[in-house]
């Protein structure tokens, strides 16, 4: 028979469930900046009081829901490179896709770039895969980086560079424009100028879409 306790744990674990949807939804429309626990409560159809027996601070929930939402794409970027060996072909899908989601996920793409900087450094999401590639790459000598954490940093700024202009003005940069980008990153960690762009416009894997 199932206890009162039991069902008392389903029920917050429903609601705290219902208020991580809710964030992701919300910010994945308009971003975090101005996003109210008002906002998010009236999403997950949850009382306003109770928010706070699940999570102390706003920002700790929308922490919550970014580590998801970009962890979940992270997956995704690791399922599209299954079978893959090569760590310079991975990581340029990692860059290729990364960069095509202000085109083909925005509201991705707004989950991205308003904790992507903070993000780089967590050991979810894309920042530890970024680091995990870049260091296969230089450990198989296909890139020379004396740095990992400057090579971590320049995709970092390049790939939300992109994110943001493409956000902002529509239009003005497009998935060849992606590809570029992750030619230029491949050629400034050592790769031959030929090999880049081989890398950089093939064929990319099938990823599939995901909602934030």
């Not at 760590?87 to 989950?111: C, D, E, F, H, K």
């Not at 990992?148 to 940069?173: E, H, K, W, Y």
């Amino acid at each position: 028979m199932v206890g009162e306790a039991d069902r008392n744990d389903r029920r917050r674990a429903r609601t705290r469930r219902a208020l991580l949807d809710a964030a992701r939804r919300v910010i994945g429309r308009q971003g975090v900046e101005n996003v109210t626990i008002q906002e998010i409560t009236d999403e997950a159809d949850v009382g306003f009081g109770s928010f706070y027996n699940h999570f102390a601070t706003k920002e700790d929930l929308l922490q919550e829901a970014v580590n998801e939402v970009l962890d979940g794409f992270g997956a995704q970027l690791d399922a599209a490179c299954t079978g893959i060996d090569d760590w310079a072909i991975r990581y340029a899908i990692g860059v290729r896709m990364t960069t095509r989601l202000a085109i083909n996920q925005p509201s991705v793409a707004r989950v991205l770039f308003a904790y992507g900087a903070a993000h780089m450094l967590s050991d979810k999401g894309l920042g530890p895969r970024a680091r995990r590639d870049i260091e296969g790459a230089v450990e198989t000598g296909r890139f020379t980086v004396r740095n990992t954490n400057v090579a971590l940093t320049s995709t970092a700024g390049c790939v939300l560079a992109f994110v943001r202009m493409t956000i902002d003005q529509p239009g003005l940069l497009n998935a060849d424009d992606a590809d570029e980008l992750a030619e230029q990153l491949l050629k400034m960690f050592g790769m031959h100028a030929r090999t880049a762009a081989s890398i950089a416009h093939r064929p990319l894997p099938a990823i599939p879409r995901r909602s934030a």
